[in-house]
């Protein structure tokens, strides 16, 4: 083979160089844009969570306020209020009663 008379083959080995070089770039671009593309959806995400989570916070607090009656809240106090009430006395009568042993 003469190297200053270049075969048909080294010409479309020539030619398809940059070819390559560009499906190369645009597969690049593509690998770029995409990365673009999940990083948005990504942060569209976590705002699309965040507000899932605030507006369930907003209907369990609408919840608690709609639900539940005034009276049995003012009940469970009641109760609640009375026990520690008694848990109070009893530990009175214990600390009395160490103060009378010693």
Request: overall charge neutral; charged content about 35%; hydrophobic content about 35%.
């Given at each position: 083979?003469?190297?200053?008379?270049?075969?048909?083959?080294?010409?479309?080995?020539?030619?398809?160089?940059?070819?390559?070089?560009?499906?190369y770039?645009?597969?690049?671009?593509?690998?770029?844009?995409?990365?673009?593309?999940?990083?948005?959806?990504?942060?569209?995400?976590d705002?699309?969570?965040?507000?899932?989570?605030?507006?369930?916070?907003?209907?369990?607090?609408?919840?608690?306020?709609?639900?539940?009656?005034?009276?049995?809240?003012?009940?469970?106090?009641?109760?609640?209020?009375?026990?520690?009430?008694?848990?109070?006395?009893?530990?009175?009568?214990?600390?009395?009663?160490?103060?009378?042993?010693?």
């Amino acid at each position: 083979m003469d190297p200053t008379n270049p075969s048909s083959l080294w010409w479309m080995d020539a030619a398809q160089a940059p070819v390559i070089a560009g499906l190369y770039w645009l597969l690049l671009g593509i690998k770029r844009d995409l990365d673009r593309r999940i990083e948005k959806g990504t942060s569209r995400h976590d705002d699309g969570l965040s507000r899932t989570r605030d507006e369930l916070a907003a209907f369990k607090l609408e919840v608690a306020r709609t639900y539940v009656p005034l009276s049995l809240i003012r009940d469970v106090d009641r109760r609640l209020s009375e026990q520690l009430l008694r848990i109070e006395d009893k530990l009175e009568n214990i600390r009395r009663d160490q103060e009378h042993d010693k």
